[in-house]
């Protein structure tokens, strides 16, 4: 049985890049994280891909609007592919170094340091157990 989706309401290319996008990569769209909400203003369902923020695919229940997004992501990255651009590179497909640098104002940045000496612990391991809470 084959369900028919509605038009989609946004498509377009994702205008931020950053260097987590590759040249033609071998992509499936299944590594994408999609999300599925209420709209109060449209008054169904909204289908979202986190990694194409401008688009979008409204449907009147949620299957249908992760169908619909799935849809659409899959035609743009075909369309990206053929055109030879940038396809951005899903988060679970991403290498973390576990690393980040944070700045923080220096007044924290005493007050964190005195506390794990305090604790007899590494500004390090401090800001991470309170990161992981």
Not at 70 to 79: E, G, M, N, Y
Not at 94 to 109: A, D, M
Not at 123 to 129: D, E, F, G, K, Q
Request: hydrophobic share 40%.
């Amino acid at each position: 049985m084959t369900t028919e989706l509605p038009s989609p309401t946004k498509w377009g290319k994702c205008s931020q890049q950053s260097t987590n996008w590759k040249e033609n990569p071998k992509i499936t769209i299944d590594h994408y994280t999609y999300r599925v909400t209420w709209s109060a203003e449209d008054e169904e369902f909204v289908g979202l891909v986190s990694h194409f923020p401008s688009l979008s695919w409204l449907a009147p229940g949620q299957v249908a609007a992760l169908l619909g997004i799935r849809s659409l992501t899959a035609d743009v990255v075909a369309d990206l592919q053929l055109s030879q651009e940038k396809i951005p590179v899903p988060l679970a497909d991403r290498v973390y170094s576990g690393e980040f640098k944070l700045r923080i104002p220096p007044e924290l940045n005493r007050s964190l340091a005195m506390q794990a000496a305090e604790e007899r612990v590494s500004l390090n391991r401090l800001v991470a157990a309170r990161l992981a809470r």
